[in-house]
């Protein structure tokens, strides 16, 4: 693991490891990250903002049944075509942006620093998709409303997103299940099961596979088309990372590599 990927854990003093955690020192740095707070005081704030300008119980049920609904679509579509896309790497002015918010995951799976969206990006992106569609529905109160359910859902989403990175087997065979497809897009073939909680708009787009055998192991899995090639070409990523990308985990590198890194 390069020194500049963990510039976040420098810098906060906190750096996490999710294949060496259990799931109770999973609940105590989650409910006590910083951006998980954020997050809680942003649904609070939410939540009394909608009922200063209460719309209505049908209007708020409502706004908030739809982001429910929404929210998987919006996911997939970025999760797919922007995070997974090889655009915003070849610009300068996009490459630190990209490396943040995905690129840094796909290379150390199990790190906690950069599995969470920084706010700076998720906040924005949550809003612009959640206010419209309650604004429409029942005006400012349904907005806020519709805003609290986008971030409420996002909290749960890093959690389970974390419990997949954990070295913990959950007890419940549908997390399992959760688990079982997402460690296949980390670990296999990145072109698929892009959904954290669901996989049902996977399975209507067809990018949902069962396991190992359904296809062939992707080359790219952990450094989503930014090869060594790739970054001569567009080395801004590289030269923020301090290091070319990595085809391979550290811990997976054969261990007469590791000792001469």
């Not at 049920?61 to 929404?70: D, E, K, M, P």
């Not at 579509?77 to 942006?97: C, D, E, F």
């Not at 087997?169 to 990145?190: N, T, Y």
């Amino acid at each position: 693991m390069s020194g500049t990927l963990n510039n976040s854990s420098l810098k906060t003093g906190r750096s996490f490891d999710l294949g060496k955690m259990n799931l109770r020192q999973l609940w105590v740095a989650y409910l006590t990250y910083p951006t998980i707070l954020l997050y809680f005081a942003l649904v609070i704030a939410s939540a009394a903002l909608a009922a200063y300008f209460f719309a209505g119980w049908w209007p708020t049920l409502v706004s908030l049944v739809a982001v429910v609904i929404v929210y998987p679509l919006v996911w997939y579509l970025l999760h797919r075509y922007v995070l997974h896309g090889r655009i915003l790497y070849k610009m300068k002015w996009t490459a630190a942006l990209w490396k943040r918010i995905h690129f840094d995951h796909h290379q150390d799976p199990h790190l906690l620093d950069v599995l969470f969206g920084a706010p700076a990006t998720t906040l924005p992106t949550i809003g612009a998709v959640t206010i419209p569609i309650g604004y429409l529905i029942g005006g400012i109160g349904a907005a806020a409303t519709a805003f609290g359910t986008g971030v409420a859902i996002t909290c749960i989403y890093e959690f389970f997103h974390c419990i997949q990175h954990l070295n913990y087997k959950p007890r419940a065979s549908w997390i399992q299940r959760m688990k079982a497809r997402h460690v296949l897009h980390h670990f296999h073939d990145e072109d698929g099961n892009f959904g954290i909680t669901s996989f049902v708009v996977d399975r209507i787009f067809g990018s949902y596979y069962l396991d190992a055998k359904a296809r062939p192991r992707s080359p790219t899995v952990f450094n989503l088309g930014y090869d060594v090639k790739e970054a001569q070409q567009y080395p801004w990523v590289m030269d923020l990372t301090g290091a070319p990308p990595r085809d391979r985990p550290d811990g997976a590198r054969p261990a007469e590599n590791r000792k001469a890194a």
